[in-house]
T-cell receptor
C-alpha cells in the first residue's frame, strides 16, 4: 500500500521568498513520485516527477524536488516565489505499474505581495 | 503525456436526474483511464479505474450502480452520475497514464440542485 502525507494544508510566503512544500511518502516498493499544481476549477498540471533516476529533479516554473529515501521525503522547493505560483499543490506516489496515483491532501500556497 | 479532453467543464442538474461526463484521450490509445472526485478544499480521491472493453474497477465505498462507467473505445471513457443528489456535487477529473506519464482532464464541476 502507498500513502502520501503533505505537512501543512496552507503555506503562505512573501513574493521573492523561498517556497518549501513538504511531502512524505510510504511505499512498499520503490516509488515513483510526482508534484502537481492545480489552479481553481482546473485539472492538474505536472510540475515534476521522480522515476528512480537523479534524486534532484527539476521541473517547470523554477520548481525542483529532492528524493530522500532515508527520510521518505520528496519536498518541493522554489528559490523565489511569484504571485502566479499561488495555487494548490499535490504530491502523489505511484508504483508505476500502470496503477493509479495516490495523492496527498494538498497544500494551498499563498503568495503575499 | 497524452492529451486528455474532458467535457463538460461545468454542469448543473436537478436532483434525481443523470449526468454524463466524457473523457477523451486524443492522441493515445488508453486501455485504462482513471476517474477521481475532488470535494472542495480536499484532495483527489480515486473513484474507479475504467477498463476498455470490460467492467470498471471501483474503489471501496464507491457505488458502482450510481457511478456508471463505460469505456467502449480506446479513446473514450464516460462517467454517468445516476439519480444525482446534492451530495454528489463535486469536481470530477479523469486521467490517462501514457508512456509520457499521467495526464489529467480539465475537470467537470457538477452542481446538483
Amino acid at each position: 500500500a502507498q500513502s502520501v502525507t503533505q505537512l501543512g494544508s496552507h503555506v503562505s510566503v512573501s513574493e521573492g521568498a523561498l517556497v518549501l512544500l513538504r511531502c512524505n511518502y510510504s511505499s512498499s516498493v520503490p516509488p515513483y513520485l510526482f508534484w502537481y499544481v492545480q489552479y481553481p476549477n482546473q485539472g492538474l498540471q505536472l510540475l515534476l516527477k521522480y522515476t528512480s533516476a537523479a534524486t534532484l529533479v527539476k521541473g517547470i516554473n523554477g520548481f525542483e524536488a529532492e528524493f530522500k529515501k532515508s527520510e521518505t521525503s520528496f519536498h518541493l522547493t522554489k528559490p523565489s516565489a511569484h504571485m502566479r505560483d499561488a495555487a494548490e499543490y499535490f504530491c502523489a506516489v505511484s508504483d508505476n505499474a500502470g496503477n493509479m496515483l495516490t495523492f496527498g491532501g494538498g497544500t494551498r500556497l499563498m503568495v503575499k505581495p | 503525456g497524452a492529451v486528455v479532453s474532458q467535457h463538460p467543464s461545468r454542469v448543473i442538474c436537478k436532483s434525481g436526474t443523470s449526468v454524463k461526463i466524457e473523457c477523451r484521450s486524443l492522441d493515445f490509445q488508453a486501455t485504462t483511464m482513471f476517474w477521481y472526485r475532488q470535494f472542495p478544499k480536499q484532495s483527489l480521491m480515486l473513484m474507479a479505474t475504467s477498463n476498455e472493453g470490460s467492467k470498471a474497477t471501483y474503489e471501496q465505498g464507491v457505488e458502482k450502480d450510481k457511478f456508471l462507467i463505460n469505456h467502449a473505445s480506446l479513446t473514450l471513457s464516460t462517467l454517468t452520475v445516476t439519480s444525482a443528489h446534492p451530495e454528489d456535487s463535486s469536481f470530477y477529473i479523469c486521467s490517462v497514464n501514457s508512456p509520457g506519464g499521467y495526464t489529467f482532464g480539465s475537470g467537470t464541476r457538477l452542481t446538483v440542485v
